[in-house]
């Protein structure tokens, strides 16, 4: 079929074959792919739609800056507005907010409960009352410093000036129960309707009033009511904090109690030495769920703890007055929301990790129907298998989110038009890489394509999952330690979370701010983590890339039997093979048995000795004393499936294997395909060793397996190619060779060769996988009952094919058929529970094992005594080998009669009664095969 000068295919020509089939079969699977691509397209469609109709809502009158008619004049600004308008005004000049302390309402001020008994706190009843004061916590190394500071927390003076009134409001500690804003332009404590809390060491009776408070243009009338303020002291900090912790949101349906105003540490606060730390409540949330920071509210606190130590060294004259906060000017803006800054981390996550179970489950349908060992033992080296399947998965990658930024930017998403170009393109290169890498680290872990799917998606929805809902607070906490931060960046999936949470950041910015995103300046800022992610991705894939090409070798891509760990390092000569044959005596566990070999097994043990000590090349196939065996497992012992099996398969031999089923065939070929490693023994294949050569022995093998091994939208014709190339066969050679391989069995007419092989029949998978085992001239090929499921004229036809296929190479055939035996096999090995029992020509066999006729007699019932005497008269060795409904069958030796006498005595009998049907066969194949099965069977079970 090929000349075999062509020699063994190199690198390129390899991966140039696998190239092909690979855009082949993914051109057959376009539907796929576009489904593939075209999925993070809608997702940005989506996107852009939501974003759309955000905006659209947004645009609306209740969230544009509001506008009045003054004298017949329309007049927008701040002071028209609603707290939801007035984001979007025009603020040149801020006005000027009374900074505030964050005063509990009367029902969720602090008092005593089943849970917190401190003695010094009010009794609930109080909240009935409406007369419960509020309580700020005190600690410090020096009491006596710490309690003359808090109590010069609250100012005792009573007077209000409405006619200045900022000073007033300055000079008295005010407070509101409203919730804070995230900005200052409209506090939202004059406008809830919500009363102003003063705050005095002890309130008057009755000291209750209405002040006109005029700011930014506006005048409201607030009711302000005295609230009595309590500095407690605590002796350490972790009695404050443990207090504040029992206090937080416990019990009532707003789930908020037990409210604390604020807590101060003064430390190691002296009269040289001002320092102090700050408790504050940050869990109030506005309406988007957003925490507030406090900046409305935290300065009051502050400016009360630093005007107490200005007071505590210059006297109660000494003031520190907060007369207002004040937000930055700012030009009137569009109240917008960028949907995909905002979602991105978690959202687009989702949609990068989706690759992953894409390569994950295609490594492992591979290895689920065994292509990649069928194309291994047909020569594809691992080399040219990792450099094209690695550069595919690379191409559909970064066509998969070229497509993604491309789209998104052309439909304005931010994070993708606001961020450096560059940086994106290097942060999804760097992460495909390693995610690409990951996945053929843990594919061989997996056995079935279902499951990797399953845990493949699993791991998709979960990272993004946990990203958002765990690792980002652990990002945005600046009090989590970073190493840490760093160390779940670890994970794969974490990085690319940081990385799109930092893009989504600078985008986010940067569309509100009306500023650039992400520069490659602005790696260098500590805060930002793009830096590190890049540089533990990078790493990573550096390191995973090779650990898991390691795994890959150590692993067999088979049946995932381990090789040795240690195969970089193990040493490259062949170790001196013992030539001396091992005694018949054997030992194995405690008992000792004799093996009873035949002579024609002794024989061939024997030449097989010979051959190794003298080194012949002479044969394709060599094997001594192999062995399998298979582990117990389940409170099973181990199983011995191959017993010291020693043969010779010489060039342009076709040698039959017979044997029933569970003999230990499939095992015997298994180990000389490398798809499982022998126990001990010795196995060559053209001279060079199954347990340390495979890879050079699978470019002159060829394998017929017994489960056509074939993808299903690729033709034959294209599975030949395919395999041709791999046998390095090019141009008009391989063509030829394609063609010939088609014609001989019978695939070429009527255009059955180019039919996709996933619509052939039974019986046409099987003619093709005979084809693919001989194209390229392979030295040496294996044929598991190649014959299964052929009608006989292409039973007869494919019989020919291998007929001609044994010139100048050795061929292994397992059959169940006798015919086919006897029609293919120079030499036939009879198998049985894993040990060789005969071997020899068809004749010899029927010769050596079958020296009888059988005569068989068919009478009625009363007349079987009658045809017995008959059979004993012809020969007194005559044995009856069956009987049923008066059909008897017996064996006489062939040198005792001769068929003349058996004629006689036959029409001797139909003269006393009658003869239904009689017959006089020679032994056949079938018979022998019986006898030695059952010889051996009733041996083992007398051992």
Same mark, same amino acid.
């Given at each position: 079929?090929?000349?075999?000068?062509?020699?063994?295919?190199?690198?390129?020509?390899?991966a140039?074959?696998?190239?092909r089939?690979?855009?082949?079969?993914?051109k057959?699977?376009?539907?796929?792919?576009?489904?593939?691509?075209i999925?993070?397209?809608?997702?940005?469609?989506?996107l852009?739609?939501?974003?759309?109709?955000?905006n659209?809502?947004?645009?609306?009158?209740?969230?544009k800056?509001?506008?009045?008619?003054?004298?017949?004049?329309?007049?927008?600004?701040?002071?028209?507005?609603?707290?939801d308008q007035?984001?979007?005004c025009?603020?040149p000049?801020? $006005?000027?907010?009374?900074?505030l302390l964050?005063? $509990?309402?009367?029902?969720?001020?602090a008092t005593?409960?089943?849970?917190?008994?401190?003695?010094?706190l009010?009794?609930?009843?109080?909240?009935?009352? +409406?007369?419960?004061p509020?309580? &700020?916590?005190?600690?410090?190394?020096?009491?006596?410093?710490?309690?003359?500071?808090?109590?010069?927390?609250?100012?005792t003076?009573?007077?209000?000036d409405?006619?200045d009134l900022?000073?007033?409001?300055a000079?008295?500690?005010?407070?509101?129960?409203?919730?804070p804003?995230?900005?200052?332009?409209?506090?939202?404590?004059?406008?809830?309707?919500?009363?102003?809390?003063?705050?005095?060491?002890?309130?008057?009776?009755?000291?209750?009033?209405?002040?006109?408070?005029?700011?930014?243009?506006?005048?409201?009338?607030q009711?302000v009511t005295?609230?009595?303020?309590?500095?407690?002291?605590?002796?350490?900090?972790?009695?404050? #904090?443990?207090?504040?912790?029992?206090?937080?949101?416990?019990?009532?349906?707003?789930?908020?109690?037990?409210?604390?105003?604020? =807590?101060?540490?003064?430390?190691?606060?002296s009269t #040289?030495n001002? #320092?102090?730390?700050?408790?504050?409540?940050?869990?109030y949330?506005n309406?988007?769920?957003f925490? /507030?920071?406090?900046?409305?509210?935290?300065?009051?606190?502050?400016n009360?703890?630093?005007?107490?130590?200005?007071?505590f060294?210059?006297?109660?004259?000494?003031?520190?007055?907060? *007369?207002?906060?004040?937000?930055?000017?700012k030009?009137g803006?569009?109240?917008s929301?960028?949907?995909?800054?905002l979602?991105?981390?978690?959202?687009?996550?989702?949609?990068?990790?989706?690759l992953?179970?894409?390569?994950?489950?295609?490594?492992?349908?591979?290895?689920?129907?065994?292509?990649?060992? &069928?194309?291994?033992?047909?020569?594809?080296?691992?080399?040219?298998y990792?450099?094209i399947?690695?550069?595919y998965?690379?191409a559909?990658?970064?066509?998969?989110?070229?497509?993604?930024v491309?789209?998104?930017?052309?439909?304005?998403?931010?994070?993708?038009?606001?961020?450096?170009?560059?940086?994106?393109f290097?942060?999804y290169?760097?992460?495909?890489?390693?995610q690409?890498?990951?996945?053929?680290?843990?594919a061989?872990?997996?056995?079935?394509?279902?499951?990797?799917?399953?845990?493949?998606?699993?791991?998709?929805?979960?990272?993004?999952?946990?990203?958002?809902?765990?690792?980002?607070?652990?990002?945005?906490?600046?009090?989590?330690?970073r190493?840490?931060?760093?160390v779940?960046?670890?994970?794969?999936?974490f990085?690319?979370?940081?990385?799109?949470?930092?893009?989504g950041?600078?985008?986010?910015?940067?569309?509100?701010?009306?500023?650039?995103?992400m520069?490659?300046?602005?790696?260098?800022?500590?805060r930002?983590?793009?830096? *590190?992610?890049?540089?533990?991705?990078f790493v990573?894939?550096?390191?995973?890339? $090779?650990?898991?090409?390691?795994i890959?070798? =150590? !692993?067999?891509?088979g049946?995932?039997?381990?090789?040795?760990p240690?195969?970089?390092?193990?040493?490259?000569?062949?170790?001196?093979m013992?030539?001396?044959?091992? $005694?018949?005596?054997r030992?194995?566990?405690s008992?000792?048995?004799?093996?009873?070999e035949? !002579?024609?097994?002794?024989?061939?043990?024997e %030449?097989? *000795?010979?051959?190794?000590?003298?080194?012949?090349?002479?044969?394709?196939?060599?094997?001594?004393d192999?062995?399998k065996?298979y582990?117990?497992?389940?409170?099973?012992?181990p199983?011995?499936?191959?017993?010291?099996?020693?043969?010779?398969?010489?060039r342009?031999?076709?040698?039959?294997?017979?044997?029933?089923?569970g003999? +230990?065939?499939?095992?015997?070929?298994?180990? &000389?395909?490398?798809?499982?490693?022998?126990t001990?023994?010795?196995?060559?294949?053209?001279?060079?060793?199954?347990?340390?050569?495979m890879n050079?022995?699978?470019?002159?093998? +060829?394998?017929?397996?017994?489960?056509?091994?074939?993808?299903?939208?690729?033709?034959?014709?294209?599975?030949?190619?395919?395999?041709? %190339?791999?046998?390095?066969?090019?141009?008009?050679?391989?063509?030829?060779?394609? *063609?010939?391989?088609?014609k001989?069995?019978?695939?070429?007419?009527?255009?059955?060769?180019?039919?996709?092989?996933g619509?052939?029949s039974?019986?046409?998978?099987?003619r093709?996988?005979? =084809?693919i085992?001989?194209?390229?001239?392979?030295?040496?090929?294996y044929m598991?009952?190649?014959?299964?499921?052929?009608?006989?004229?292409?039973?007869?036809?494919?019989? #020919?094919?291998?007929?001609?296929?044994?010139?100048?190479?050795a061929?292994?055939?397992?059959?169940h058929?006798?015919?086919?035996?006897?029609?293919?096999?120079?030499?036939?090995?009879?198998?049985?529970?894993?040990?060789?029992?005969c071997i020899?020509?068809?004749?010899q066999?029927?010769?050596?094992?079958?020296?009888?006729?059988?005569?068989?007699?068919?009478?009625?019932?009363?007349?079987?005594?009658?045809?017995?005497? &008959? =059979?004993e008269?012809?020969?007194?060795?005559?044995q009856?080998?069956?009987? /049923?409904?008066?059909?008897?069958?017996?064996?006489?030796?062939?040198?005792?009669?001769?068929?003349?006498?058996?004629?006689?005595?036959?029409?001797?009998?139909?003269?006393?009664?009658?003869?239904?049907?009689?017959?006089?066969?020679?032994?056949?194949?079938?018979?022998?095969f019986?006898?030695?099965?059952?010889?051996?069977?009733?041996?083992?079970?007398l051992?």
């Open positions: 079929m090929a000349d075999p000068s062509y020699g063994r295919a190199s690198f390129s020509t390899q140039n074959a696998l190239l089939k690979n855009l082949i079969f993914q057959r699977n376009k539907r796929a792919n576009a489904c593939l691509i999925f993070p397209i809608l997702l940005c469609i989506l852009s739609v939501l974003q759309r109709v955000i659209n809502e947004l645009d609306k009158a209740k969230y800056c509001g506008c009045a008619q003054v004298n017949g004049t329309t007049v927008c600004g701040v002071q028209y507005s609603t707290l007035a984001l979007s025009s603020i000049d801020p $006005p000027k907010w009374p900074a964050q005063v $509990p309402a009367p029902e969720y001020r005593q409960t089943d849970f917190i008994t401190s003695p010094d009010p009794s609930e009843s109080c909240r009935r009352t +409406g007369t419960c509020v309580t &700020m916590l005190v600690t410090g190394n020096n009491q006596t410093l710490g309690q003359s500071l808090a109590n010069n927390l609250y100012p003076s009573s007077s209000f409405t006619s900022l000073r007033t409001l000079e008295n500690v005010f407070g509101s129960a409203s919730k804003d995230t900005q200052n332009f409209l506090d939202p404590a004059y406008f809830s309707g919500l009363p102003l809390y003063v705050v005095r060491p002890a309130c008057p009776p009755g000291l209750t009033l209405s002040l006109p408070i005029d700011v930014a243009s506006l005048t409201t009338q009711d005295c609230v009595q303020g309590l500095h407690l002291w605590r002796n350490s900090s972790s009695d404050i #904090n443990d207090e504040l912790f029992k206090g937080y949101r416990k019990g009532n349906p707003e789930k908020k109690i037990e409210e604390i105003v604020a =807590a101060y540490d003064f430390l190691n606060s #040289n001002y #320092n102090v730390n700050v408790w504050y409540n940050a869990t949330k309406d988007t769920g925490s /507030i920071p406090g900046v409305i509210r935290v300065p009051r606190s502050v009360l703890v630093s005007n107490a130590f200005l007071q060294l210059l006297g109660p004259s000494a003031k520190m007055l907060l *007369e207002f906060v004040k937000e930055m000017p030009p803006t569009r109240l929301i960028d949907i995909s800054s979602l991105s981390a978690q959202f687009f996550t989702y949609v990068i990790i989706a992953f179970p894409v390569v994950l489950t295609a490594l492992v349908y591979e290895k689920q129907q065994r292509l990649r060992i &069928m194309m291994k033992m047909h020569g594809l080296g691992d080399g040219p990792w450099t399947s690695y550069a998965f690379l559909v990658s970064v066509i998969y989110m070229i497509c993604f491309i789209f998104g930017s052309l439909i304005g998403l931010k994070i993708f038009t606001t961020n450096d170009y560059s940086i994106q290097v942060f290169f760097i992460y495909i890489n390693l690409i890498a990951v996945a053929f680290l843990v061989p872990v997996f056995s079935n394509v279902l499951s990797a799917r399953a845990v493949g998606y699993l791991l998709t929805f979960g990272t993004g999952l946990l990203g958002g809902f765990l690792f980002q607070f652990f990002v945005e906490d600046t009090s989590f330690p190493a840490w931060v760093i779940m960046e670890l994970y794969p999936g990085s690319l979370f940081r990385g799109l949470y930092e893009l950041q600078y985008s986010f910015l940067g569309a509100t701010m009306g500023t650039d995103g520069r490659w300046k602005d790696l260098s800022d500590s930002n983590g793009m830096k *590190e992610v890049l540089i533990i991705m990573e894939w550096l390191i995973l890339l $090779p650990v898991a090409f390691y890959d070798q =150590a !692993a067999s891509s049946r995932g039997v381990m090789k040795n240690l195969l970089f390092f193990r040493n490259l000569r062949k170790k001196p013992s030539a001396s044959r091992k $005694p018949s005596l030992k194995q566990g008992k000792v048995f004799v093996e009873m035949k !002579a024609d097994v002794v024989q061939e043990r %030449r097989v *000795e010979q051959m190794i000590a003298e080194s012949s090349s002479g044969n394709a196939i060599l094997c001594h192999l062995r065996i582990p117990g497992r389940d409170g099973n012992p199983k011995l499936a191959v017993k010291g099996l020693s043969l010779a398969v010489p342009g031999e076709c040698f039959g294997m017979l044997g029933p089923n003999a +230990g065939k499939t095992s015997f070929i298994s180990m &000389m395909i490398g798809l499982t490693k022998p001990s023994g010795i196995g060559l294949v053209e001279g060079l060793d199954i347990c340390t050569q050079e022995i699978y470019t002159s093998m +060829g394998v017929c397996p017994q489960h056509d091994l074939l993808w299903e939208t690729l033709t034959g014709r294209e599975h030949l190619l395919f395999y041709g %190339r791999l046998k390095n066969l090019k141009g008009p050679a391989l063509q030829q060779a394609v *063609e010939d391989s088609l001989s069995v019978n695939l070429y007419h009527g255009g059955v060769g180019d039919k996709f092989a619509k052939y039974g019986g046409m998978k099987r093709l996988s005979v =084809a085992s001989l194209i390229g001239d392979p030295k040496v090929v598991d009952e190649p014959s299964t499921g052929l009608d006989p004229a292409s039973r007869n036809n494919l019989w #020919n094919v291998v007929k001609q296929a044994k010139q100048g190479r061929i292994i055939l397992t059959t058929s006798m015919e086919e035996a006897e029609v293919l096999c120079d030499r036939i090995g009879i198998f049985v529970d894993g040990g060789l029992q020899g020509n068809p004749k066999l029927k010769g050596r094992y079958g020296g009888t006729f059988v005569f068989t007699m068919t009478t009625s019932g009363e007349h079987d005594a009658e045809v017995e005497r &008959m =059979a008269s012809l020969s007194r060795n005559s009856k080998i069956y009987h /049923i409904s008066g059909t008897q069958k017996f064996e006489i030796p062939k040198h005792e009669i001769r068929i003349s006498d058996v004629f006689k005595a036959v029409e001797d009998a139909k003269t006393r009664f009658t003869v239904q049907a009689w017959g006089l066969a020679d032994t056949t194949l079938e018979d022998v019986i006898k030695v099965s059952r010889e051996a069977q009733s041996s083992d079970v051992s």
